[in-house]
């Protein structure tokens, strides 16, 4: 049986930075990872991120959940029949429910082939204190994939002072006090960490697809190098319903694009090497309201 690995968490909580470190630490085992993954936009942009020789499927705009669980199941079923690999790690969008993704993977038509370990959700710390200020909906959501998580990554942590870090954890504890929680910086955690996981008994779940979070995509594509001090003076004036931003874009001056992340007024410059599109993805509530850069 192949070991199923559910990543969870709010837009911009690490999920993808996870995603790799695992990646590359099953290939140092001697295993082969194959990853399933969705994007809330039509936008690819993560999947870019999994790099050669790791077997991918993805559904855009979508979400891998319930109201999606046959496209979820068609996907699955085609890596398994395609791929020969060892584990399979699944990153759902941002705005789903961590519960409602199970549905797919436990499909009668291969769920003898998977062996679930387990919910590994990433909560952004900083974020977790400050979620008052997110809309209800939104606030709901975050509170949902922390307590149905079977191991928790309590992650920017270093963008905390101690006695926040230790509010951070008290009330994640009260929000969920049987999943292990451990603290992190981008995500880093050992791998014995995570094969030690076990999945908890679950109880229903309430139905919460992405029309009802008032989330959208937005991609913007830019024909022309961008001034990188202008770029981030437009970034500092964005509203805080903007949560997400991610793509790539190339600097004035720049041959190569940089990969570009954004996440509740934290950006992320990477240097790529070679020639992508030059686009941004922004997800939040109220972009058609946004003047673009």
């Known amino acids: 049986m192949v ?3 559910l990543f969870s968490g709010f837009l911009g909580s690490g999920k993808t930075t996870l995603l790799k470190k695992m990646i590359m630490e ?7 990872p194959a990853v399933f993954m969705n ?3 039509s936008m690819n942009f993560d999947s870019e991120e999994v790099g050669d020789g790791v077997p991918l499927k993805e559904i855009l705009d979508g979400c891998i959940c319930c109201s999606g669980s046959e496209k979820s199941e068609a996907q699955i079923q085609t890596l398994l029949a395609e791929s020969e690999f060892d584990v399979l790690l699944i990153e759902t969008t941002g705005a789903a429910h961590p519960v409602e993704a199970l549905d797919a993977i436990f499909s009668p038509l291969f769920a003898e082939r998977l062996n679930f370990r387990g919910i590994v959700t990433v909560a952004d710390s900083k974020r977790f204190l400050e979620r008052q200020q997110l809309s209800p909906q939104i606030r ?3 509170i949902e994939q922390i307590r149905h998580a079977d191991l928790l990554l309590a992650n920017k942590t270093d963008l905390l002072s101690e ?4 509010q951070a954890i008290f009330e994640i504890q009260q929000i969920n006090p049987t999943a292990r929680i451990v603290q992190t910086v981008h995500a880093k955690v050992p791998l014995k960490l995570l094969e030690s996981v076990s999945p908890a008994q679950r109880g229903p779940v309430e139905q919460a697809p992405v029309s009802k979070l008032n989330l959208q995509t937005k991609i913007v594509s830019f024909d022309e190098p961008i001034e990188r001090e202008a770029f981030e003076e437009w970034l500092r004036n964005l509203p805080d319903t903007v ?3 991610k793509g790539y874009l190339t600097l004035s001056g720049h041959s190569y694009p940089h990969s570009f992340q954004y996440a509740y007024g934290m950006v992320q410059w990477l240097p790529e090497y070679m020639k992508l599109r030059n686009q941004i993805v922004l997800i939040g509530e109220n972009l058609e309201e946004l003047s673009m850069p």
């Open 140 to 142: 709901s959501l975050f």
């Open 243 to 245: 949560y997400r931003i």
């Open 26 to 32: 099953f290939k140092e085992k001697g295993l082969k």
């Open 39 to 41: 994007e809330l936009g």
């Open 163 to 166: 006695s926040e870090q230790s």
């Open 3 to 5: 070991d199923v690995y």
